[in-house]
Structures are given as structure tokens and as C-alpha cells.
């Protein structure tokens, strides 16, 4: 199975700040097709998780600009610029590329 | 507007077979490219993808759970299942389904607002 690791396990940042997360996988995330399918997900406390980013760097519908995604291969990243309250929760990527389809162990963000 | 949700019995013994059902609006698992996947999380754990079941039938499961999974559909009523036999304690989890979307490679860009199992004798 492919592993995915996040780092760090959790984030201290300041309202206003940036957040970095990574996520590598055990194996490259190419698919045969040509995509990539790594997508990033938060989990706000006591909700469900919410789609960010699709396919390395697409941000889905209604997520603002301060999210990116970027990477390849085996290597991502995820940043959040100017954090608000509301991005505060846990951050999960996930690979479907391969089956089966894994998710990262997650990184907490919290205000400092 | 698309929307999930997930229903269960909520509490079960072990051995028995946990049967739940996602309901959801919004897209028709009839139709090209789409699909339902069930995911689950124990209380203040990481995210395990369990199943997917797509439009044209075909069928995934995570081979961690080795023959304990089936996903099934039913078109007509927009609904998708999951059943998971023998159940232990390590299945207390709350239950996600999510939509996912291949067309636009919308995977799980949609999720019901889970259900909470728990396995208890």
C-alpha cells in the first residue's frame, strides 16, 4: 500500500500567518493516465471532512485563494496564507492512484 | 444541490454484520463518472478509506478488511450500502460516504455528515 506521511503532526500558527503541511508518499502518484491524484482535505472540529484541493493544485469550488497546492511525483505541499479562524482544524491528503487508496495520518492546526 | 447522509444501528455486538445505508440528492449514481466511497474514522483518529462503488457497477475494496466488505447500490432510490461482517470493537468508528466524481476528478468532494458505530457486547 502506498503510505502517505504528513508533516509536521501539528502546527502552531498565528491568525494572519502562513502554514506549510507536506505530504510524501511511499511511491510516485503519477497515474498511468498522465494525473496526479493527490487531493487535500479539512476536517474542522466536529465536522465532516471538506474537499480543498483536487489533483496537486486545483482548489475546488468556493475555497479561497489562500489555499495552494503544489508538488509531484512524491513530494506536496500544502499552504495556507493569511490563516483565519475558520482554517483551523485537522488537514488530511489523500492518493488515489493506487489501490488501495490511502489518506495521510493528518496535521492539526492551531492557533498560537 | 448535492447532499449525503448516512444511517446505522448505531450500537452491535461483535460477530454480528453492520449494515449502513447513505442516502443521498443532488447526482444519480446512474450516471457516467460518478460513484459513492465509505470512509471511516475512530473518535480522534485519521481517515481509512473502506469501499467504492461506481455508476457502472465495478467495485473496490480495501483489502485490509480482507473479505468483510460488500458495497452495493440502488439506482432507483439513490442509496449505496455497506456491509462489514463480524464485526469487532475495532470497528467502533464514525461512518462517511462521499461522492466521488471522475469526470473532473472530484474524488470525495462531497461527504454526508457521518454516522457513529460502536461495537460493544
Known amino acids: 500500500d502506498v503510505v502517505l506521511t504528513q508533516t509536521p503532526v501539528s502546527l502552531l500558527i498565528s491568525l494572519g500567518g502562513q502554514a506549510s503541511i507536506s505530504c510524501r508518499s511511499s511511491q510516485s502518484l503519477v497515474h498511468s493516465n498522465g494525473n496526479t491524484y493527490l487531493h487535500w482535505y479539512l476536517q474542522k472540529p466536529g465536522q465532516s471532512p471538506q474537499l480543498l484541493i483536487y489533483q496537486v493544485s486545483n482548489r475546488f469550488s468556493g475555497i479561497p485563494d489562500r489555499f495552494s497546492g503544489s508538488g509531484s511525483g512524491t513530494d506536496f505541499t500544502l499552504k495556507i496564507s493569511r490563516v483565519e479562524p475558520e482554517d483551523l482544524g485537522v488537514y488530511y491528503c489523500?492518493?488515489?492512484?493506487?489501490?488501495?487508496?490511502?489518506f495521510g495520518g493528518g496535521t492539526k492546526l492551531e492557533l498560537k | 444541490q448535492v447532499t449525503l447522509k448516512e444511517s446505522g444501528p448505531g450500537i452491535l455486538q461483535p460477530s454480528q454484520t453492520l449494515s449502513l445505508t447513505c442516502t443521498f440528492s443532488g447526482f444519480s449514481l446512474s450516471t457516467y463518472g460518478m460513484g459513492v466511497g465509505w470512509i471511516r474514522q475512530p473518535s480522534g483518529k485519521g481517515l481509512e478509506w473502506l469501499a467504492n462503488i461506481w455508476w457502472d457497477d465495478d467495485k473496490y475494496y480495501n483489502p485490509s478488511l480482507k473479505n468483510r466488505l460488500t458495497i452495493s447500490k440502488d439506482t432507483s432510490n439513490n442509496q449505496a450500502f455497506l456491509k462489514i461482517t463480524n464485526v469487532d470493537t475495532a470497528d467502533t468508528a464514525t461512518y462517511y460516504c462521499?461522492?466521488?466524481?471522475?469526470?473532473?476528478?472530484?474524488?470525495?468532494?462531497?461527504w454526508g455528515q457521518g454516522v457513529m458505530v460502536t461495537v460493544s457486547s
Open positions: 489523500l492518493q488515489r492512484t493506487h489501490n488501495p487508496w490511502t
Open positions: 462521499a461522492r466521488i466524481e471522475v469526470y473532473y476528478g472530484f474524488d470525495f468532494d462531497y
